[in-house]
């Protein structure tokens, strides 16, 4: 059985990297090569058929028939031109990844023969056989069809000689069945509530748009070792597996000289992007052994989400081309740094002020502190929930393991963002207010801080949430997760919280207040009713965790329960005033979490227990059984005493063996129980929760006796590739 475990690591250490397709012209020549993009429409559709849908796209409006129509055609005949034989609708449902349907261009044409064709209305809208995605009940409870519209805020693009056309994806009744639906729904009201407040300063500001910079962390393995072990292909993570004596201590990855064939992968992936429009720029070993990171320049927050989803598959299909396997998987090796995927959040105006970043002058200033209060005191009042909206079965264990954020909610504001506070929180509104209108700036040390904030190096790594200058970092994100969740939840809340800001500023106002008064007031309001959200300090402490209780903090650590936070009176009225969800769609988006959880978690119960009983007990049984073949002949050649002796180690290892085999058998028979009773269960949030206490504790015990195990039995015996063999690549 070992020789499949040395064949495969043979062949991993042999592998030379593979040469890259590079093409002749330059990035610039062929950046969105594959894109429907502005370029391409104003080539291929006529002039006042661009102009109509440069409107709509602008405008946020739907398109005519006539102009749909116009633009279908053009689309195709630019899709055909590059080779595309297919169209699909290319949504996002609520699993973790993206769907497609692919149809030809076909049609016949009455005479034997085809035409290729693609009409409007199939651009705008189709039908899709909604009921075998996950809908949490919408679709039983309504209607059992749902629809996929064109979002054209989101340009088309060629993926694998098929034209994709970013859609959303509802239900018969309106039910959003996909991420994509109240993303868009909360850039919306995001935009609009966020205008609203940015006209204080700047009365021409039309339009707010929301920025995401998302940083991709991986791992790479090696195909022969990751088809070795079935844990990894059918959970994405392994199972099982003692630590190797080297990892990261020596801290020798980071940062540190790429693998060549690591290199041929990411050049690969990054021409890729680059073809697809993804400006992909920075690329560099992560902390653990065979981590890494891809992250792009910032964009529109809907786009960017998108360009996040096509790179998750582009990864995986590149990766292939190299002999590896991408793992997105939040915590594929115990005991070593898991991945994330850091989602740097701004808000901007349609002037290209960027509303998180200290301006230049006091009244640019004002701006700064109002919106970064703002963002503060909406993460404060939907901590939990922005918990809940990054929370999974796979983040879990990333979560409060090896330097990775506690699940925990606070937000890291550095030295000077915090004295500006603390200064406006403890100053009396007189001396704010002459402070905020001298001639010289704003004398609350806000007029230094374009300077100081900018090459503000305290970055606190630890937090999940961090100020780092300009904008907003959510660290806590998974690495395999949609991003659009966190989005959702954070644009939505931050609406929210704007809208409420407003409205108090306003009344102070109609009540003779100054605008300034008024806004100072509101923020100190803010800032102190807020204060427990902000923690500077290290956020993988214990003394943290005990501290976050203490400030009433959301502790909470059990998923399924996390989950409960989206249906919280707050989060409810939150998601209804923004419009972004209602009260059907969170319940049933609820029970899709739930019933995800369990799957998971399901699946590698399953996978373990097969692992332990069918491939470690056997081997450990057949070394055990040489050592007592061993034993037997140490004591007929030495008899007495002497061969006691001499057999004395073999027998010592013989027994531990044997209550390690035991305890593993026993445990998986006490999961397997577990599994069964809560299978029994009808609610699903019972039945996650019953999995969360049950079932998972008794995978961690039998990992650990696997673990030793390991240590013990034979290595040429051993079957599956051990992390010392998984993690470093040649
Ligand atoms: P780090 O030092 O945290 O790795 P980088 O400079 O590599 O930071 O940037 C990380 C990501 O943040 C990139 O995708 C970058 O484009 C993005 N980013 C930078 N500024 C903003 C902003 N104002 N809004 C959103 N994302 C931003
Ligand atoms: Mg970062």
């Known amino acids: 059985m070992s020789k499949l475990r040395f064949r495969v690591v043979e062949e991993a250490f042999d592998r030379k990297a593979v040469s890259v397709d590079v093409p002749a012209e330059r990035p610039e020549e062929y950046y969105g090569k594959y894109v429907f993009n502005r370029k391409k429409m104003s080539e291929y559709l006529p002039?006042?058929?661009?102009?109509?849908?440069?409107?709509?796209?602008?405008?946020k409006e739907s398109l005519s028939r006539e102009v749909a129509d116009s633009v279908a055609d053009g689309m195709k005949r630019w899709a055909i031109d590059n080779g595309a034989r297919h169209y699909t609708h290319w949504f996002h449902p609520l699993t973790d990844g993206t769907a497609e349907k692919h149809d030809a261009f076909i049609e016949l044409d009455g005479k034997g023969g085809i035409v290729e064709e693609f009409a409007g209305k199939l651009l705008v809208q189709q039908e899709a056989d909604a009921s075998s995605f996950p809908n949490g009940g919408v679709r039983n409870t309504f209607e059992a069809r749902g629809y996929s519209a064109w979002d054209i805020s989101s340009p088309a693009f060629i993926l694998d000689k098929t034209l994709c056309i970013p859609t959303i994806f509802i239900s018969y009744t309106g039910e959003s069945l996909d991420y994509k639906t109240p993303l868009l729904r909360a850039l919306n009201s995001v935009d609009k509530a966020a205008t609203a407040v940015a006209r204080y300063f700047d009365k021409d500001v039309k339009r707010v748009i929301s920025y995401l910079g998302w940083e991709q962390e991986y791992f790479l393995v090696d195909e022969a070792l990751y088809s070795a072990r079935p844990d990894l292909v059918m959970t994405g993570r392994t199972l099982m597996g003692h630590e190797s004596a080297k990892n990261q201590q020596l801290e020798d990855h980071y940062f540190g000289a790429i693998p060549s064939r690591v290199e041929a992968f990411m050049l690969d992936l990054e021409i890729e992007c680059h073809k697809l429009g993804i400006p992909a720029k920075t690329r560099h070993n992560e902390a653990a052994p065979n981590q890494f990171e891809?992250?792009?320049?910032?964009?529109?927050?809907n786009l960017a989400n998108d360009h996040n989803l096509l790179l998750m598959s582009l990864m995986a299909e590149v990766a292939r081309r190299h002999?590896?396997?991408v793992l997105l998987h939040e915590k594929p090796f115990a005991g070593i740094n898991g991945s994330g995927k850091h989602n740097n959040w701004s808000l901007g105006t349609d002037k290209g002020v960027l509303l998180f970043a200290p301006?230049?002058?006091p009244v640019e200033n004002m701006q700064f502190i109002t919106f970064v209060v703002n963002v503060m005191a909406a993460v404060h009042k939907h901590n939990g929930l922005l918990k809940a909206s990054i929370m999974s079965a796979t983040n879990a264990h990333r979560l409060g393991a090896n330097e990775a954020p506690p699940a925990i909610i606070s937000i890291f504001a550095g030295t000077h963002l915090s004295e500006i506070l603390d200064k406006i929180e403890k100053s009396t509104q007189d001396e704010l207010v002459n402070m905020s209108s001298g001639k010289e700036g704003l004398k609350l040390g806000v007029s230094q801080i374009p300077e100081i904030l900018m090459d503000n190096t305290d970055r606190n790594r630890t937090s999940p949430f961090a100020f780092t200058g300009n904008r907003f970092e959510f660290r806590a994100v998974g690495s395999s997760a949609n991003c659009a969740s966190a989005m959702i939840a954070l644009n939505a809340a931050v609406a929210e919280q704007l809208i409420d800001f407003k409205t108090k500023v306003d009344a102070r106002i109609s009540q003779g207040e100054t605008l300034q008064h008024a806004l100072l007031d509101e923020i100190r309001a803010l800032i102190i009713q807020s204060k427990a959200i902000h923690f500077d300090g290290n956020g993988y402490s214990e003394e943290w965790k005990r501290e976050a209780e203490r400030r009433g903090l959301d502790c909470e650590t059990n998923v399924p329960k996390i989950f409960d936070s989206y249906l919280k009176e707050s989060s409810v009225n939150m998601f209804k005033t923004t419009g972004v969800f209602s009260e059907v769609e969170l319940a049933a988006r609820n029970e899709v979490k739930w019933?995800?959880?369990t799957k998971k978690v399901q699946i590698e119960a399953r996978v373990l227990g097969d692992l332990a009983i069918n491939h470690v007990v056997p081997v450990?049984?057949?070394?055990?059984?040489l050592l007592v073949d061993n034993i037997i002949k140490i004591k007929s050649v030495f008899p007495g005493i002497k061969g006691e002796e001499f057999a004395a180690c073999?027998?010592?290892t013989v027994e531990r063996i044997s209550e390690h085999m035991a305890a593993i058998k026993e445990e998986v028979t006490r999961m397997i129980a577990a599994r069964k009773k809560a299978n029994r269960i009808e609610c699903e949030r019972e039945k996650a929760v019953a999995y969360h206490d049950t079932v998972l504790p008794c995978m961690d015990v039998i990992r650990d006796h696997i673990d030793d195990l390991e240590l013990m039995v034979d290595n040429e015996m051993w079957p599956l590739p051990k992390y010392r063999e998984l993690l470093f690549i040649r």
Do not use: C, H, W
């Open 620 to 625: 450990a049984t057949r070394y055990q059984s």
């Open 47 to 59: 002039g006042e058929v661009y102009n109509a849908l440069v409107y709509a796209i602008d405008n």
């Open 359 to 361: 301006g230049k002058t």
């Open 650 to 652: 073999d027998i010592a």
């Open 595 to 597: 019933e995800m959880y």
């Open 294 to 301: 891809l992250a792009p320049i910032f964009e529109e927050t």
């Open 323 to 325: 002999n590896f396997r």
